[in-house]
Each structure stands twice: as structure tokens, then as C-alpha cells.
């Protein structure tokens, strides 16, 4: 069996840019790795994903929402992350469960428990193995954001700061309620630092999971 770590984070906390860098140096390294992101991953999710995310679909209905992301996880998870896992490989997910607890759950108020209720339901309690959570102050956060704005924007780029505030707290929740599982990484420091602290931290798991490169398992 292989090793499932999310990495979690709000808008602006450098999240895609340290999985990639964090894939490629464990691949460089020797170890069965795999990079992949929410939503999307495979080819159905990832049309999920343009349903979800068009900037035409102000009507989308919450919930709607909420069962998208859980769909697109489904078929995600079956088709792409099950089977790696079973192949041992490292999974490096931008991006699970979580982003729905801090952003559908509450952010937008369907509440917590309600939306792991309906992710239960379509991941069948395969929950990572360790989530990593890039921790930025919301101001540095929405810094960031309005840096890239006008750039490329999604249907979640238009919300107003308030929601990118609240997305924030759904974090702090989160990180309490699950502290079993989330790791905490300051996000507010050089992208070097970041990336370090990341990588050391799937290193120790990689050990406590007692997988090693070169693809043997001790
Ligand atoms: P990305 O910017 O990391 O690609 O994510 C796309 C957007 O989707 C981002 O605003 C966060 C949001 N999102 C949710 O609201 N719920 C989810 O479950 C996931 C995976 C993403």
C-alpha cells in the first residue's frame, strides 16, 4: 500500500506550485510518486470541474455544488488514486475532502458535518493518510489573490473577500477537529522554507509508512 497525503490551503498559500515542486523531488529521489489535484484528476472529474467552476453558472445551488465536488472526488478516487495506492505509489493530492469541509461546509454555511456526511458517502471513508495544511494569515492570503486577479479567473475567483475570509476560519476549524491528521505549515515564509518543511514532513511519513525509494518496501 502506498501513502495518501492532501495538501490543503486557502486561495493564495502557494499550494500547486510546492506539490509540484515537492512531486518532482521525490521522484528525482527515487520514490513511485504521483501528482494530482481536486477537482479534476481524470478525464470525467475534470469536466465536473468546468461544470463547476464556469463563471456562467452564478445559479448554481450550494448543495448542487457540494454534490459536484463530491462526485468529481468519487471518480477521481476510483479511477486514479485507489489503484496508485494499491501500486504503493506516494500520492500528492492538490486539494480532497477538505476543501469541501472549509469551503462548501463553511464557507458558504451547509455546515461541517453535513457536507463529511455527503463526502462519507462518496469516498467510502478513505480518508488521507496525512493532510498538509499551507497556513497563511488571511491579509497575506488576499494579497496574493488580488495579485493574480484579472488573470485567470474561475466562478470561485469572484466571490467577494468576506468568503475567502471565512474559507480561512473553515481552515482553523478543521485543523482542530482533525488534528490527528493535518499537519501545519507556515505558508508566510520563503517558498524555499515551505517547500523544505513539506517535503520533510512526507519524509518522516514515508518512513513511518515504511516505504523507501527505489520503489521497495522495507
Ligand atoms: P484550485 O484553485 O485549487 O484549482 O481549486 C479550484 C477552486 O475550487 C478553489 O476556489 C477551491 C474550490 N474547491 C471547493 O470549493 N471545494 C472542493 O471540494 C475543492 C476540491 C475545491
Known sequence: MGLFITIEGAEGSGKTTVCKKVTDKLNQEGYKV????????????????????????????????????????????????????????????????DSSLAYQGYARGIGIDEVYEINMFAINHRLPDATILLDIPPEEGLKRINKH??????????EQLSFHLKVHEGYEILKKKYA???????????PEKVFNAVYDIIIKKCKEYQLCNNSKNI
Open 34 to 97: 504521483l501528482y494530482t489535484r481536486e477537482p479534476g484528476g481524470v478525464k470525467i472529474a475534470e469536466q465536473i470541474r468546468d461544470i463547476i467552476l464556469d463563471v456562467k453558472n452564478t445559479e448554481l445551488d450550494a448543495r448542487s455544488e457540494a454534490l459536484l465536488y463530491a462526485a468529481s472526488r468519487r471518480q477521481h478516487l476510483v479511477e486514479k488514486i485507489e489503484p496508485a495506492l494499491k501500486e504503493g505509489y506516494i500520492i500528492i493530492c492538490d486539494r480532497f475532502i
Open 149 to 158: 486577479r484579472g488573470f485567470e479567473m474561475n466562478r470561485l475567483d469572484l
Open 180 to 190: 490527528n491528521r493535518f499537519v501545519i505549515v507556515d505558508a508566510n515564509q520563503t
